[in-house]
């Protein structure tokens, strides 16, 4: 598993990236190990992950009758909803890149945005924690949450949008997969696995 320093580096790249400087890929390992190093991005995730899934674990209290119980056997179903939506983009990106003609920049593609991932996840559980601590600022919290999401999407295409050669439709194609499947899935599975409140 890739320490602290080695995740820093890879996000000074990410950041670099981001500001349009070429040189950030020279901070990214792009090797065939490197890409699969970038998925212990997950495990990096998953403390603001937890903190995420105890407030959908009270939410989802909240909705239900008295002695309600979401143990063990609900955080498994959160996780493996979180793991399925990780991994959704992953499978239609593979899918689609000899269609789409980007099988070349498939690779840079998937490690940069597993990298990117842990600051989204840290963003995205920040306003969900001021929600934890202070039950009176949801509204504010629900406000935050929204603005954070938007500018991961940006972020999200900034990125991808460098890793693609700078191509506009092609940036947003990748995108609007790694945005949009994962929550219209993620919304699914939580139907069937019975983790939404009624």
Known sequence: MPGLDEVLYYLN???????????????????????????????????????????????????????????L????????????????????????????GYGKHLATVVTASNWISVPFAYAMALPVALSLILPQSVLLAGLLLYAVFGASVMLQFRLVWMCVGKQNLLAAAITAIYVLPPMIVAQELQRVLGTLPG
């Open 13 to 71: 790249g990410i950041y670099l990236l981001l500001k349009q400087k070429q040189e950030g890929f020279g901070w990214l390992d792009l090797t065939s190990r490197g890409l699969a190093r970038s998925f212990w991005a997950f495990v990096w995730c998953l403390p603001a992950f937890a903190v995420i899934w105890a407030s959908w674990r009270l939410y989802y209290l909240a909705g239900m009758p008295a002695g309600t119980t979401a143990g």
């Open 73 to 100: 056997g609900f955080l498994s179903k959160v996780l493996l909803i979180e793991i399925t939506g990780w991994l959704m983009p992953l499978v239609l990106l593979l899918a689609l890149a000899r269609p789409l």
